[in-house]
């Protein structure tokens, strides 16, 4: 038995971190594809509602739900919002993530604190709300999740060490839920590079996102667009489980 080719006509999706610019891309990219969407904020309430209007334009349904992951308490709640809001539950998109720039050899700048926040928000929280997904889609006999990593989690590079630990485990998370929830929910991953202009690049240190820039063979760092739609192609695939996907302009490292 494996999950049937998913039509996303009708389905409904939550994707969390959906306020921002990458995470609104996720979301219309969904919508386009015939997605319901439940839009995902921590305190940039207004994005969410752009993005919530933007996808009601394109004649789907959409709702917001205000979630803080690094809080285990509130995810269970959040992904039971989406569903009942949506009427359904069939793809998560794991978005949202945190990070903070601290040059690697900076060891005594990254406080207990600051790596408990990342992991907290980065990598546990994805773990759950997958786990709360996965509720709703085994009772509808599929599901789609996707989770948003980084290049910071294949190679030793972005905004600081716990960073660029949380997406490794991340796109490890990716393969053993890929594991755990077939055949029914396919689990992928993609890991994008810098994407100029997003509030998560703007807290990268000056030195990453250069070294970036000047390590892409194509000239031009990833593109937003590029990595929802692949979110999208994921969803789509009938077959693919346990993948990570790298968009990032071809980086190479000197």
Not at 147 to 165: C, E, F, Q
Not at 185 to 198: H, K
Not at 225 to 233: E, K, M, N, W
Request: glycine share 10%; charged share 20%.
């Amino acid at each position: 038995m494996v999950a049937a080719r998913m039509d996303l006509q009708g389905r409904g999706a939550f994707v969390t971190g959906g306020s921002g610019d990458l995470g609104s891309a996720i979301c219309l990219a969904l919508a386009d594809a015939g997605c319901d969407v439940a839009v995902g904020y921590l305190d940039h309430q207004q994005g969410a509602l752009d993005t919530r209007d933007a996808v009601q334009a394109r004649g789907r349904k959409a709702c917001i739900v205000q979630l803080d992951q690094s809080a285990a308490a509130a995810i269970d709640v959040a992904v039971a919002r989406a569903a009942a809001n949506l009427g359904r539950l069939d793809v998560l998109v794991n978005n949202a993530g945190w990070n903070i720039g601290i040059p690697f050899p900076e060891l005594d700048a990254l406080t207990t604190e600051i790596w408990d926040r990342i992991f907290d928000t980065n990598v546990r929280g994805p773990f759950q709300l997958a786990r709360a997904a996965a509720t709703h889609m085994r009772r509808q006999g599929a599901g789609r999740i996707v989770n948003i990593a980084s290049v910071a989690g294949l190679k030793p590079t972005g905004s600081s060490i716990a960073y660029a630990s949380s997406k490794a485990a991340l796109v490890h998370l990716t393969r053993c839920l890929a594991v755990a929830l077939a055949p029914d929910i396919t689990v992928n991953c993609v890991a994008p590079g810098l994407i100029e202009g997003t509030r998560m690049a703007r807290r990268l240190p000056p030195a990453v996102s250069e070294t970036a820039r000047q390590s892409v063979v194509l000239g031009r760092t990833a593109d937003k667009g590029d990595v929802a739609g692949q979110v999208v192609t994921f969803c789509r695939a009938d077959s693919v489980t346990g993948q990570v996907l790298v968009i990032d302009g071809g980086m190479h490292f000197h």
